[in-house]
T-cell receptor
Framework: DARVTQTPRHKVTEMGQEVTMRCQPILGHNTVFWYRQTMMQGLELLAYFRNRAPLDDSGMPKDRFSAEMPDATLATLKIQPSEPRDSAVYFC??????????FGPGTRLTVL | QKEVEQNSGPLSVPEGAIASLNCTYSDRGSQSFFWYRQYSGKSPELIMFIYSNGDKEDGRFTAQLNKASQYVSLLIRDSQPSDSATYLC???????????FGSGTRLLVRP
């Protein structure tokens, strides 16, 4: 049963600390997406990769967020420095070369 | 105006009834339309997608698309308490695979 995996599932950190979230897309999927979900803003797209190349990161605060795909089996989302307003659930999703996307379980981030 | 609009609910229906969830979108060029279900504390799960005007049925679910009126709906027949969740409408507005989500409608199915 292929699925997207994300680590860690939960992260509590203090303001100013670096946070790295990892995602393993479904094998064979060549599109990867990072989303953030909050009660106030709902589900927002942060970044989007196709064949490991970043295609769109316009939803991401550039000064503190960065997203990379070092290889086809790993996508990372980094926040440095973290702020309390970054507290949210961060989802990774992957898809075959089509418009269907499959979501991972998410990382619940709390920044104190 | 948000690109994808949904009534936040909650929409409350009795068990066995038909639940009707609606979504409107602002971009006439929108290509593809999706319904995701999200249980509390869980990740969104794709349940239906539709590309062409008309109805698409899958088991108890029917997606309806009307591009002229810019709305898409999801009907759930014979609603069950296990259908209680938030239903997210999502749209792809261009040739990318970027999904634009609505804020979701919370559905409660009363036993």
């Amino acid at each position: 049963d292929a699925r997207v995996t994300q680590t860690p599932r939960h992260k509590v950190t203090e303001m100013g600390q670096e946070v790295t979230m990892r995602c393993q897309p479904i094998l064979g999927h060549n599109t990867v997406f990072w989303y953030r979900q909050t009660m106030m803003q709902g589900l927002e797209l942060l970044a989007y990769f196709r064949n490991r190349a970043p295609l769109d990161d316009s939803g991401m605060p550039k000064d503190r967020f960065s997203a990379e795909m070092p290889d086809a089996t790993l996508a990372t989302l980094k926040i440095q420095p973290s702020e309390p307003r970054d507290s949210a659930v961060y989802f990774c999703a992957s898809g075959p070369d089509s418009d269907t996307q499959y979501f991972g379980p998410g990382t619940r981030l709390t920044v104190l | 105006q948000k690109e994808v609009e949904q009534n936040s609910g909650p929409l409350s229906v009795p068990e066995g009834a038909i639940a009707s969830l609606n979504c409107t979108y602002s971009d006439r060029g929108s290509q593809s339309f999706f319904w995701y279900r999200q249980y509390s504390g869980k990740s969104p799960e794709l349940i239906m997608f539709i590309y062409s005007n008309g109805d698409k049925e899958d088991g108890r679910f029917t997606a309806q698309l009307n591009k002229a009126s810019q709305y898409v709906s999801l009907l759930i027949r014979d609603s069950q308490p296990s259908d209680s969740a938030t239903y997210l409408c999502a749209v792809i507005v261009d040739s990318s695979y970027k999904l634009i989500f609505g804020s979701g409608t919370r559905l409660l199915v009363r036993p």
